[in-house]
C-alpha cells in the first residue's frame, strides 16, 4: 500500500509578487533554508504571510520533510530534524540571485514577527551551476578562510564545524578523506562538483542581520564564480596557499594527532 503524503500543498496565487516570479538569467542557480522555532499559535499567521510573498506553490508539513519531487521547487514550511518541537525551516524554490534578495528580505521579517532564533538556529545558502563544470573547492576553502568568511558568526552548534580545523592540521588529500567520512557536519559542503552548501551564517538574532547576510553572500558568490576557473595562475589564490602551506608544515606532529584524535569523536551525519 502506497502511503499518502502528509504534506499540505497550496497552489501558487494567480498574479504573485513579480519580484518573486523565477527567472534565470545565468547559469547560476540559488536556493536557502532558514531554520527558526515559532513563538506560540503563530504557525497560521506564517502561512499567510508565506501566501503573499509565495511566487511558487507551497508545501506545508510540520512532521516530516516533504517527499514531493518538486520541492525544490516550492516554497516549504517543514519539519526540522536537528531543532526541538517548535523548530521549522523555511526553505525557497531554487532561484536567481535577485529573487533570492527578495525571499530573504521578505522571510526574515516573517520571523521577526512570529518566531526566534538561537545558537542551534541557521541560515544555509546553496549556490550551484551547470554539472559539466568543476569548482576548486580546497581553493574556495582558503580564499574564503582568508577574507574570514567561516569564523565570524560565532561559536555554532556541532552541524557547523568550520572546515579549516582540518584544513589548518591536515594537508589537502587527507583532509578531504577526514571530512567525507563524518558526513554533513561542516559549516561549508559540497554537494555536487558544481554545488556547494554553505552553513557559517546563523545563532542568536541571525535574522536581525540581513544585512550582514547579503553582504557576504555576494563575496561567497564571486569567490565561487572565481574558483571554477583554473586557480594555478591566480596570483592572490597563490600567495593564501603558500601561507598555508607554511603553517602546515610547521604543525607539529603530537598537534596532529591530538586533533585528529579529536575528530574521530564527533559522530558522522
Excluded at 524554490?93 to 532564533?117: K, N
Excluded at 594537508?171 to 556547494?196: F, P, Q, T, V
Excluded at 546563523?202 to 565561487?224: C, M, P
Aim: glycine share 6%.
Amino acid at each position: 500500500m502506497i502511503q499518502k503524503s502528509k504534506t499540505i500543498r497550496i497552489v501558487k496565487r494567480e498574479n504573485p509578487p513579480l519580484k518573486s516570479i523565477i527567472s534565470f538569467p545565468n547559469s547560476f542557480r540559488f536556493g536557502c533554508e532558514f531554520e527558526f522555532y515559532i513563538i506560540g499559535n503563530n504557525c497560521d499567521n506564517i502561512i499567510d504571510e508565506l501566501k503573499a510573498i509565495s511566487g511558487s506553490d507551497i508545501l506545508i508539513n510540520l512532521d516530516e520533510i516533504p517527499s514531493e519531487k518538486d520541492a525544490h521547487n516550492c516554497l516549504c514550511l517543514k519539519f526540522d530534524s536537528s531543532l526541538g518541537t517548535s523548530g521549522v525551516e523555511i526553505s525557497i524554490p531554487i532561484c536567481s540571485y535577485h529573487t533570492l534578495f527578495y525571499y530573504i528580505s521578505r522571510i526574515t521579517y516573517i520571523i521577526e514577527e512570529y518566531g526566534t532564533t538561537n545558537e542551534d538556529t541557521g541560515f544555509h545558502i546553496h549556490i550551484s551551476t551547470n554539472e559539466d563544470i568543476e569548482m576548486d573547492f580546497y581553493a574556495f576553502l582558503l580564499i574564503c578562510n582568508n577574507k574570514n568568511l567561516l569564523n565570524n558568526w560565532g561559536e555554532r552548534n556541532g552541524y557547523s564545524l568550520n572546515p579549516m580545523e582540518i584544513l589548518n592540521y591536515c594537508y589537502e588529500e587527507e583532509a578531504r578523506n577526514l571530512k567525507n567520512k563524518k558526513g554533513r557536519i561542516w559549516s561549508i559542503e559540497r554537494r555536487d562538483k558544481s554545488h556547494i552548501e554553505i552553513r557559517t551564517m546563523g545563532g542568536v538574532g541571525y535574522h536581525n542581520k540581513a544585512h550582514q547576510i547579503i553582504e557576504e553572500l555576494d563575496i561567497f558568490v564571486s569567490t565561487f564564480k572565481k574558483t571554477l576557473e583554473d586557480m594555478s595562475g591566480d596570483e592572490e589564490y597563490k600567495s593564501i596557499l603558500r601561507e598555508h602551506l607554511i603553517e602546515l608544515k610547521n604543525t607539529t606532529i603530537e598537534k596532529t594527532k591530538k586533533f585528529q584524535d579529536f575528530i574521530r569523536t564527533i559522530n558522522p551525519i
